[in-house]
Nanobody
Framework: QVQLVESGGGLVQAGASLRLSCAAS????????MGWFRQAPGKEREFVAV????????SYADSVKGRFTISRDNAKNTLYLQMNSLKPDDTAVYYC?????????????????WGQGTQVTVSS
């Protein structure tokens, strides 16, 4: 069982930066690929970024590529999402997720564990 708790969301102006964190429980954090998803009001949840258990492989949605960076610290059981050059379109609830199978996070299907989400609001 893995429990995920996100933090770091908030209200910022366009162009600003935020770093989200996701603290994971359990002793097998490095065996899980980890991902970030987001859901804007009235829209379906969408994939943002994924990172492999070792941190050696990452993948991003085209909409955030070059602006967002996913990383992890396996010693601290923590996942991060550094978000730069934020836009109003980035406004959403951001969720972290965990699964032992990388591709499940990449396609957002049958993911094992989800956090409760943290709100990010970007004003214009």
């Amino acid at each position: 069982q893995v429990q995920l708790v996100e933090s770091g969301g908030g209200l910022v102006q366009a162009g600003a930066s935020l770093r989200l964190s996701c603290a994971a429980s359990g002793r097998t954090f490095s065996s899980y690929a980890m991902g970030w998803f987001r859901q804007a009001p009235g829209k379906e949840r969408e994939f943002v970024a994924v990172i492999s258990g070792s941190g050696s492989t990452t993948s991003y949605a085209d909409s955030v590529k070059g602006r967002f960076t996913i990383s992890r610290d396996n010693a601290k059981n923590t996942l991060y999402l550094q978000m730069n050059s934020l836009k109003p379109d980035d406004t959403a609830v951001y969720y972290c997720a965990a699964d032992k199978i990388f591709i499940r996070l990449r396609v957002g299907a049958k993911v094992d564990y989800w956090g409760q989400g943290t709100q990010v609001t970007v004003s214009s």
